[in-house]
C-alpha cells in the first residue's frame, strides 16, 4: 500500500437498514391492504343494512275493496234502515295483504255486514261516528287477514269508506 493508508471496502447498506426497510415497506402495504379491504367491508355492510331496512318499512298500496259506484247496501241495527256504501278502499302495507284480502272477500264482506248490523244511523253521521267505523273496518280486515301484531304494519294502514245514503226501508 503506498502511503500508509489502508484501502476502505466499500460497503453497501447494512444489514439492519435492509430489515427496517423492508418492515416498513411491509407495514405500509398491510396498512394500505387492510384500509381498503375495511372501506369496501363497510360499504358492503351499509348497503345491506339499507337494503334490509328497506325491506322492513311498508309500502303502501291501494286495495280497492268496494268499488266506487258499486252502491252496496248494508242493513243497520233494527232492520229498518240501511246504509249505501258508494266506495270502501284500503292502503296497505304490502302485496300479500292485498292478496289475502282478495282471497277472503266473502269473509271480509260478512264481518262487514255484521259490523254495519251492530251499528245505528245516528252512529254513522258524525265524524266520531265515521272514524270509529274506520278503525273497526281495519281491525276487522287485519284480522281476518293474520295481520296482527308485528305485522301490523304490513295489513291495513288506513281505511277509506264513501257513504252515499242512509236510508229508510220500510
Known amino acids: 500500500m503506498p502511503n500508509g493508508e489502508e484501502q476502505v471496502e466499500k460497503k453497501g447498506p447494512s444489514l439492519i437498514a435492509i430489515m ?5 415497506i411491509a407495514g405500509g402495504l398491510s396498512f394500505g391492504v ?3 379491504l375495511i372501506k369496501m367491508m363497510g360499504s358492503n355492510t351499509q348497503e345491506t343494512a339499507a337494503r334490509e331496512a328497506q325491506q322492513l318499512q311498508p309500502s303502501y298500496i291501494k286495495a280497492t275493496f268496494i268499488p266506487e259506484g258499486s252502491n252496496t247496501m248494508f242493513m243497520l241495527k233494527g232492520g229498518k234502515d240501511v246504509v249505501v256504501v258508494d266506495g270502501l278502499s284500503f292502503i296497505v302495507g304490502s302485496d300479500g295483504c292485498r292478496a289475502n284480502i282478495a282471497n277472503s ?3 271480509i264482506m ?11 244511523k245516528t252512529e254513522l253521521t ?12 281495519k281491525d276487522i280486515v287485519n284480522e281476518i287477514t293474520g295481520y296482527i301484531g308485528e ?3 304490513f ?4 281505511v277509506a269508506i264513501r257513504i252515499k245514503a242512509i236510508s229508510r226501508v220500510d
Open 20 to 24: 427496517v426497510i423492508a418492515a416498513v
Open 34 to 36: 387492510s384500509f381498503l
Open 105 to 107: 272477500r266473502l269473509e
Open 110 to 120: 260478512d264481518a262487514l255486514e255484521t259490523l254495519f248490523l251492530s251499528k245505528e
Open 126 to 137: 258524525t265524524v266520531a261516528g265515521r272514524e270509529l267505523l274506520k278503525k273497526q273496518i
Open 151 to 153: 305485522k301490523e304494519k
Open 155 to 158: 295489513g291495513v294502514l288506513k
